[in-house]
Nanobody, 121 residues
Framework: QVRLVESGGGLVQPGGSLRLSCAAS????????MGWYRQAPGKQRELVAT???????NYADSMKGRFTISGDNTKNTVYLQMNSLKPEDTAVYYC???????????????WGQGTQVTVSS
């Protein structure tokens, strides 16, 4: 019923930048918040940042100052601008959405398929 499509991952050198995008589509009534998580090899999935439909943002401490999350409510799209990338930022980045579907009262959580970000020289 709902699909999250991520784009923008790839290989970048240390100190470089990447911008991830995630577009939500389907029978969406309203989006409460969207965000990004990441999972490095052998590690648990961790929060990167979230943004509410009202624009309130939340970041993991290690990402503050380097990563910026933004959203476009008209496109149901969230972006993650990543600057000053480090090798330890290498991970699969997953888009996440907490939303309501048309005709259903409960809240649903959806995940994207993930996009690989590799920071290496």
């Amino acid at each position: 019923q709902v699909r999250l499509v991520e784009s923008g991952g790839g290989l970048v050198q240390p100190g470089g930048s990447l911008r991830l995008s995630c577009a939500a589509s389907g029978r969406i009534f309203s989006i409460n918040f969207m965000g990004w998580y990441r999972q490095a090899p052998g590690k648990q999935r961790e929060l990167v940042a979230t943004i509410t439909s009202g624009g309130t943002t939340n970041y993991a401490d290690s990402m503050k100052g380097r990563f910026t999350i933004s959203g476009d409510n008209t496109k149901n799209t969230v972006y993650l601008q990543m600057n000053s990338l480090k090798p330890e930022d290498t991970a699969v980045y997953y888009c996440h959405a907490n939303l309501n579907i048309a005709g259903r009262p409960e809240t649903f959580v959806y995940w994207g398929q993930g996009t690989q970000v590799t920071v290496s020289s």
